[in-house]
């Protein structure tokens, strides 16, 4: 098994930034990848971000792209979502996820943390 915990979720204003972090422990060998989706009430989750866990691509929505930056830190086990200039759309609750392979869909992903929310206020 392997247990995701997600941190740096709140309220901020439009034009603002956070970062959310997902610490990853358990059987982490058995994930190569690692991803942000996001999800508001009656919709679907959506694809944020994705990287591999030791080196390799990264993948953004282009909804995201030049604001948010996904990261690792392989010490630490933790995957980062840097997340700037948000807007009030981006008002969500952010999941990590944990799969075999750099993948933008949601049922890729075998593991998944509880979520942690996100509100931008206008």
């Known amino acids: 098994q392997v247990q995701l915990v997600e941190s740096g979720g709140g309220l901020v204003q439009a034009g603002g930034s956070l970062r959310l972090s997902c610490a990853a422990s358990g059987r982490t060998v058995s994930t190569n990848a690692m991803g942000w989706f996001r999800q508001t009430p009656g919709k679907e989750r959506e694809f944020v971000a994705a990287l591999y866990r030791h080196s390799g691509p990264t993948e953004y929505a282009d909804s995201v792209k030049g604001r948010f930056t996904i990261s690792r830190d392989n010490a630490k086990n933790t995957v980062y979502l840097q997340m700037n200039s948000l807007k009030p759309e981006d008002t969500a609750v952010y999941l990590c996820?944990?799969?075999?392979?750099?993948?933008?869909?949601?049922?890729?992903?075998?593991?998944w943390g509880q979520g942690t929310q996100v509100t931008v206020s206008a």
């Open positions: 996820a944990a799969g075999p392979f750099l993948a933008t869909s949601s049922s890729e992903y075998g593991y």
